[in-house]
């Protein structure tokens, strides 16, 4: 059966829990739908996976496909995108939206490359014009312009969108059957992922975080990010870096904010002993507030923030987490 007026939305989870992020697509697609005329479809891939289906239709998804196989566990680029592109391919949605989080980002332009589709990373909105043509708005220069990218009347359309960019769709109180799909046998030797060690316990994710403490070089030492360690867990933040201390071996790459690391859009960015150098900015300038704390007044980052601080982030940022720990009980 041809639905190329389906809107799919790929829900991420990890260790068994939805992404809010999800949540935020189907507000995207909810939209979509309205304009195609069809129906507003989720995807769900892992293991035990299929009780989260509720959540998404409670949140307005009209159907939910969900291959729940061991297998599926943790996410891996082959056996994810070649299943994806088994569904697409059987069941022909028109566009297919997804976050543009690293595992978005990996599973997408794999999954179209395998259906000679398009894809566009990162973009902050899709629409349909009224002539049809499918439009994805991405931010480009830091977030200072917007490119819009047509794929006209082209079909499959896959988008990933920037997390935190777009409302969660609302609890609505739908409900319904999850249709669960089996996963093809050839498929199930793709799966090159045997181990999955996640990061410190508990961590805030810096895409969906609605506040990030971030530390530069001006922390001076690796012992010192504890600092932003302290002041994040009293914020119940996620903790970012600039490149310069992830390029010393001070942090994980994972927490690497900028051009080439993570694109961040936080409530609050609260930025210690970084200078704001262009290809920093770029990750965190959609911020809503911006804060730095850095001892040279003539840094950049103060260009950019909402509120800074010129002094010593050894001072500071106890002297804040004290005051947040008091505030904050
Ligand atoms: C292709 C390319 C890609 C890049 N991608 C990224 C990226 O993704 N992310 C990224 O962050 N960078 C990236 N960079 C690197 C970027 O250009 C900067 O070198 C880097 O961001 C600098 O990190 P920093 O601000 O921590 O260090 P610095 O520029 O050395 O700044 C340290 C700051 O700490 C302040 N300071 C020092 N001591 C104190 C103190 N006691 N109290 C308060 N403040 C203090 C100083 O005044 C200074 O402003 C990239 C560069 C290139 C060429």
Known sequence: MSEQNAIWVFAQQKNGKLSASAFE???????????????????????????????????????????????????????????????????????????????????FPRTAALLAAGVVNDVRAVTIAADGAVIGNKPVYGGNAFHDISFGGNRPAFFTIRPKTNPEAEV?????????????????????????????????????????????????????????????????????????????????????VGQTGKTVNPKLYIACGISGAIQHLVGMLSSQVIVAINKDAEAPIFEVASYGIVGDLFEYVPAITKVFAEKLG
């Open 25 to 107: 697509l189907l507000a995207v697609g909810k939209s979509l739908a309205e304009k195609t005329r069809g129906p507003l479809e989720a995807i769900l891939f892992g293991k035990d996976i299929q009780p989260q289906a509720a959540a998404l239709f409670e949140r307005g998804a009209q159907n939910v496909l969900v291959v729940d196989n061991p297998k599926l566990e943790h996410f891996s680029d082959d056996l994810y995108a070649g299943l994806l592109a088994e569904l697409v391919k059987e069941r022909q949605p028109g566009i297919i939206l997804g976050t543009a989080s690293t595992y978005g980002r990996a599973l």
């Open 172 to 256: 609505a109180g739908g409900s319904g059957e999850a249709k669960l799909i089996e996963l093809p046998g050839g498929l199930a030797a793709n799966n090159n992922v045997s181990e999955c060690n996640a990061a410190a316990g508990g961590e805030v994710s810096l895409n969906e975080a609605d506040v990030i403490v971030s530390g530069g070089r001006g922390i001076k030492a690796a012992e010192n990010y504890k600092l932003i360690d302290d002041l994040a867990a009293t914020l119940g933040a996620a903790k970012g870096a600039s490149r310069a201390i992830v390029d010393a071996g001070w942090v994980p790459y994972s927490r690497q």
